[in-house]
């Protein structure tokens, strides 16, 4: 029983590249969200999903976009990356406790 | 939507002291009430947590504490130890589902 698996743990994009964080759980959850942490700050909602095939934004969506073809997986796609977002990623899916992947450190140069 | 605040940010107690931490929210609809715990490089982690049908929960040298009428709840840790340095981040939500996350109270344990 992995929880929530994300990858990779590290990235350096170049301003304008465009990559995808990927996030993959096997506790069948229906919820499913992504926060970006900067340094020495709390978490920050980008997107949430709550089952397959819906999507939503939070608090800071824009810059990225989301799908949830399974419910399994909730990959979270930066277009034209930019210096502002550069930030720890967290993926985490909830049925009442939320579980968090190990986080993405993403760096924009 | 759900606004949250944590208090104080920073806390730095001796080791074996009682630590609190305060989280207020607005949220009247809110009905779950988590603490997570975050060591540093590390991801976040849930330590307790406590429905609206209660006023205070237990385990071990963690507790806490709701007040639904004042829209706050608290984290207690008791005899701290080193290892209970970290960031911890109160989440009200409702359905516990979509939690807010507050800003985070570093706490240093000096031994």
């Known amino acids: 029983n992995a929880g929530v698996t994300q990858t990779p743990k590290f990235r350096i994009l170049k301003i304008g590249q465009s990559m995808t964080l990927q996030c993959t759980q096997d506790?069948?959850?229906?919820?499913m969200y992504w926060y970006r942490q900067d340094p020495g700050m709390g978490l920050k909602l980008i997107y949430y999903?709550?089952?397959?095939?819906?999507?939503d934004k939070g608090e800071v969506p824009n810059g990225y976009n989301v799908s949830r073809s399974t419910t399994e997986d909730f990959p979270l796609r930066l277009e034209l990356a930019a210096p502002s977002q550069t930030s720890v990623y967290f993926c985490?899916?909830?049925?009442?406790?939320?579980?968090f992947g190990q986080g993405t450190r993403l760096t924009v140069v | 939507g759900e606004n949250v605040e944590q208090h104080p940010s920073t806390l730095s107690v001796q080791e074996g002291d009682s630590a609190v931490i305060k989280c207020t929210y607005s949220?009247?609809?809110?009905?779950?009430f988590p603490w997570y715990k975050q060591e540093l490089g590390k991801r976040p982690q849930l330590i307790i947590d406590?429905?609206?049908?209660?006023g205070e929960k237990k385990d071990q040298r963690i507790a806490v504490t709701l007040n639904k009428t004042a829209k706050h709840f608290s984290l207690h840790i008791t005899e701290t130890q080193p290892e209970d340095s970290a960031v911890y981040f109160c989440?009200?939500?409702?359905?516990?589902?979509?939690?807010?996350f507050g800003k985070g109270t570093k706490l240093s344990v000096i031994p």
């Open positions: 985490a899916s909830q049925e009442g406790n939320a579980f």
């Open positions: 999903s709550v089952g397959a095939g819906i999507t």
């Open positions: 406590i429905r609206s049908n209660v």
């Open positions: 989440a009200p939500g409702a359905g516990s589902y979509q939690l807010t």
């Open positions: 506790m069948n959850h229906n919820y």
């Open positions: 949220d009247s609809a809110s009905n779950y």
